[in-house]
């Protein structure tokens, strides 16, 4: 037996959660160890375990992360309501962890009261990070500013935030000094400038920094020459009539951004003003123009001195000379983003041709490719099908012979009730499945709760009278996933949790 102290020390270098479970199985001694040193713990499913259970197992915690809602929450697949409340877990930890140092919450619904309670509840607190994340007002962020005095990083990831005052800024004391990450870009409304150049100024270890679209163009120099240390700049509007002495200024500041290596942002763009950033093109190894609506030449340009680029999004305005271009100047890419400019739009007037691809992919979204996934992607970790498969046989190549599985989502494809059933077991050793506009049955919903009592099966159906439904008919959505905390008790109206009543037993005897 080793001494505890060299076991602690073993365990500090496992950084992975599925290295450290597999150690905690070893025997009670590394079970114990492993349970009194974790320090981290991720949540896949807010509702897969209950707050409690896991403050008991893990009782010094400094850093949680939760994921809420499916991620087919971002394409609207998940109604308004369905739950994701992460209320009662702030309770819970706000008990159990006063010296907790981060919080990291992913689609999930935060009131202002949560954030007060994260506020004042840990006098330590360093990183809050919300990711789609709702619920939350302006007040909440003020709370956050105004008490968390060792806080580094605030990032708010895609939320929908109610926007009652471009003043909570100010709520940072003129003694805080210790902000090393601010992003703000999805808020909406307009922030206080000179709050947000004092914050800036005094905080001399600010690395990223990501406006919205409210901050002028002629500000963002101002904010580079008081921050020529950032790694990760987003840039606000970066539109405005002409003016050389704003351009000079600019290209002057980037010019002086020598560890800048991420630049996104670029709202409203006008063209003009885009060689501003020539001087800072060949060190960037991001590069997001997703919200920079300007034609392929003026793209060109710009990704033709990138380099050393690793990753780039960009609108389809690029075009086919601008992904030439992309394909002869960045070597090192690693992961290419094209959004449509007008996704409402059959064919926009861009050139970029893909039809080539699709004629191709027309072939290839059968069952065969399923078979193939199944026989070789043994160590595939995450599934998400779209409009793809000929029939069950797709889904049951994908579950029988993905051995490392652990989320899969699917919608709009041809699967249905055999295939789901005859791999039931499967299930408990994923996290999720998620499938809307599928073929699964009403009663085959109700089947696979009763035989699978460690599941939750929630049917969730927008349809009036969605108990009375015939077993025969398919659901709209259905969303399984492992607990071990049995049904939530914060279920909607269009939320079903099947084999979990007398009524299901009684229907299906």
């Known amino acids: 037996m080793f001494p505890e102290e060299v076991l602690e020390h073993v365990f500090s270098f496992l950084n992975s959660h599925t290295d450290r479970n597999t150690a905690s199985l070893v025997c009670k001694s590394w079970y114990e160890m492993e349970r009194w040193c974790r320090k981290r713990v991720f949540i896949g499913n807010c509702y897969a375990v209950n707050p409690r259970v896991v403050i008991r197992r893990f009782p010094e915690v400094k850093s949680v992360e939760l994921k809420g809602k499916p991620h087919f929450a971002d394409f609207n697949l998940v109604p308004e309501g369905w739950g994701g409340y992460v209320y009662p877990w702030i309770v819970e930890i706000a008990r159990a962890y006063p010296w907790l140092e981060e919080i990291r919450l992913k689609r999930m619904v935060v009131t202002d009261e949560c954030l007060e309670i994260v506020a004042k509840s840990f006098r330590n607190f360093r990183v809050l990070v919300l990711e789609s994340c709702e619920g939350f007002s302006t007040d909440g962020l003020a709370a956050v500013a105004a008490n968390c005095r060792n806080l580094r990083v605030l990032d708010l990831r895609e939320c929908e935030v109610e926007e009652l005052s471009g003043h909570w800024l100010s709520h940072f004391p003129d003694s805080f000094t210790s902000l090393e990450s601010l992003n703000m870009a999805c808020l909406g409304s307009e922030v206080s400038f000179s709050a947000l150049e004092r914050l800036v100024a005094r905080s001399p270890n600010l690395k990223t920094l990501r406006l919205n679209r409210t901050v002028p163009i002629e500000k963002l120099s101002t904010l580079l020459q008081r921050a020529p240390q950032l790694v990760d700049f987003g840039t606000g ?257 269009f939320v079903r949790i099947m084999g979990k009543d007398k009524d299901d037993l009684y229907n299906l005897s």
């Open 237 to 493: 509007a970066y539109s405005a009539e002409i003016r050389q002495d704003v351009y000079s200024r600019l290209a002057d500041a980037f010019s002086r951004s020598k560890n800048l290596k991420s630049l996104s942002g670029v709202w409203d763009v006008t063209p003009a003003y885009l060689p501003a950033i020539y001087s800072v093109c060949s060190q960037l190894t991001s590069l997001n123009l997703s919200y920079a609506a300007t034609r392929s030449p003026d793209l060109t340009k710009i990704v033709s001195q990138c380099y050393n680029l690793q990753r780039l999004v960009v609108l389809d305005y690029i075009e086919d000379t601008g992904l030439n271009t992309v394909s002869m100047s960045c070597k090192d890419l690693r992961e290419l983003v094209v959004f449509p400019s007008d996704p409402f739009v059959g064919e926009a007037e861009v050139l970029l041709t893909e039809q080539g691809l699709v004629s191709v992919s027309q072939g290839l979204l059968t069952d065969r490719v399923f078979e193939y996934i199944g026989t070789h992607a043994k160590n595939l970790d995450m599934l998400s099908i779209a409009f793809a498969g000929d029939s069950d046989l797709g889904l049951h190549h994908v579950l029988s012979g993905c051995d490392s599985l652990r989320k899969l989502e699917i919608r709009d494809c041809p699967f249905g009730d055999k295939a789901l059933l005859a791999n039931a077991p499967k299930l408990e050793k994923m996290r999720s499945l998620w499938m809307s506009s599928c073929l699964v049955s009403f009663g085959a919903c109700k089947l696979l709760g009763q035989k699978m009592p460690g599941l939750n099966v929630e049917v969730i159906d927008e349809r009036e009278n969605v108990n009375s439904l015939p077993d025969y008919v398919p659901v709209e959505k259905v969303y399984i996933y492992r607990t071990v905390s049995g049904q939530r008790f914060d279920t909607p109206d």
